[in-house]
């Protein structure tokens, strides 16, 4: 493998780990970034469809490190009492908040096991990567001047109801359309139900963990039954760009939950509107 495809693999990695956790879109960064390094020329198409999705496993593994004690129902410190072990009461609510991500999970896992191929096919697109980014900035700065007249309901993510998780979950089947940002449209549906910003991500980087591992087994599955097989320098290629994508990501993770504490999400509203207008303008330039 060479030393140029190594640094192509650490700078996906490294804007993977930084897209996938604040919500502008991971899709629209990585399409910018593999029209400079075309990496689909280098490796294929299928593999590039691959490699999209399977690099976000680095980023996952990051949430149970960042998060280990809080969805660790077995073990650990006491997130109520400092410096106790857990009581049974604790473990067993970390169990029901782990039903409650798989209640959140299931209407994304069913519609996407139907639409995953249709979406690859006729939405994969800067065209439509760029309308959604546009879209959704808007819906971020709309809602957060709404915010302000309204009150969060839910400040701790322990006590969303099994409803409230069942509808942040339908939210996330936007996510299927790119360039709406999996994160993004999560907070954004956990926050019009109510959520404060903290439990909004919270919660977004809990539904992350059961996707993200079932997508990418699932474009895996599909990518060997196709007849596809991988190479030596595809499977470092990926390994590298996952090792990078995690270790970014376990910084990403602690900075938008230290920022949410001060600030609102219009920042990236504006900033994905401007990246949604920069696509815009790269396609019709015929650049994209």
């Known amino acids: 493998m060479e030393f140029i495809e ?13 897209t996938e956790w604040l919500p502008i ?6 399409i910018i970034l593999e029209e400079l390094l075309d990496v689909q020329n280098t490796y294929g198409s299928a593999f ?8 976000q496993l680095g980023a996952i593994i990051a949430v149970v490190v960042c ?6 129902p077995f073990f650990g410190k ?5 410096g106790e072990e857990k009581t049974k009461e604790e473990k067993k609510n970390i169990w029901i908040l782990w039903a409650k991500v798989i209640v959140g999970c299931i209407p994304a896992a069913v519609i996407g096991l139907f639409l995953d191929d249709i979406v690859n096919k006729y939405l994969n697109t800067a065209v439509v990567v760029s309308i959604t980014l546009i879209l959704y900035g808007i819906l971020f700065i709309v809602l957060e ?5 309204r009150e969060f309901k839910t400040y701790e993510t322990m006590n969303l109801t099994w409803k409230t998780a069942f509808f942040i979950g ?4 936007l996510a299927l359309i790119p360039g709406t940002s999996r994160s993004g449209v999560t907070i954004l549906g956990a926050m019009l139900l109510l959520c404060s910003r903290s439990v909004a991500s919270e919660f977004s980087f809990f539904l992350s963990i059961p996707v993200m591992f079932g997508a990418s087994l699932l474009k895996l599955v ?40 001060k600030h609102d999400f219009k920042p990236f509203g504006v900033y994905r509107i401007i990246l949604g207008v920069l696509l815009l303008v790269l396609f019709l330039c015929n650049v994209l």
């Open 145 to 149: 001047i709404f915010n302000k007249k």
């Open 67 to 72: 998060f280990f004690n809080k969805l660790n």
């Open 170 to 173: 339908c939210f996330q089947i």
């Open 78 to 82: 006491s997130l109520i009492v400092e």
């Open 48 to 55: 590039w469809n691959l490699f999209l999705v399977v690099i």
């Open 6 to 18: 190594v640094l192509k693999a650490i700078l996906f990695g490294i804007v993977e780990g930084i």
């Open 25 to 30: 879109s991971s899709t629209g960064h990585m």
């Open 222 to 261: 599909k990518f060997f039954i196709d007849g596809n097989s991988l190479v030596t320098s595809q499977v470092l290629f990926l390994l590298i760009g996952c090792v990078v994508a995690f270790m970014v990501s376990l910084f990403v993770i602690k900075f938008l939950m230290s920022f949410i504490k």
